[in-house]
């Protein structure tokens, strides 16, 4: 079982940064991967980034690429989440996942996930 603790959310001004963390419980499998999720009021789930365990590949949705980085430190089993340019668009819950297959796109596939952490971003 492995436990995800996210942290780092808040309320910032639209062009402002925060930088989301998560904290795995226990050593993530090398074959893996950790998402992050966020879901907006009324919405679903939406994929926002995800980096692999092993080769550090990253993946980014469309809205997201060229303003947020994922990163991992392996050490610490901790993901991070940097996001810059926010925007009021932006505003949701994030969410980390880990998964061990499947495409890092589809949020059925993560096989844990955290209690999320709030971003509001105002205009």
């Known amino acids: 079982q492995v436990q995800l603790v996210e942290s780092g959310g808040g309320l910032v001004q639209a062009g402002e940064s925060l930088t989301l963390s998560c904290v795995a419980s226990?050593?993530?499998?090398?074959?893996?991967?950790m998402g992050w999720f966020r879901q907006a009021p009324g919405k679903e789930r939406e994929f926002v980034a995800a980096?692999?365990?092993?080769?550090?590949?990253?993946y980014y949705a469309d809205s997201v690429k060229g303003r947020f980085t994922i990163s991992r430190d392996s050490a610490k089993n901790t993901v991070y989440l940097r996001m810059n340019s926010l925007k009021p668009e932006d505003t949701a819950v994030y969410y980390c996942?880990?998964?061990?297959?499947?495409?890092?796109?589809?949020?059925?596939?993560?096989?844990?996930w955290g209690q999320g952490t709030q971003v509001t971003v105002s205009s």
């Open positions: 226990t050593r993530i499998f090398s074959g893996g991967a």
């Open positions: 996942a880990s998964k061990f297959g499947g495409s890092v796109y589809t949020t059925s596939n993560y096989n844990y």
């Open positions: 980096i692999t365990w092993i080769g550090a590949s990253t």
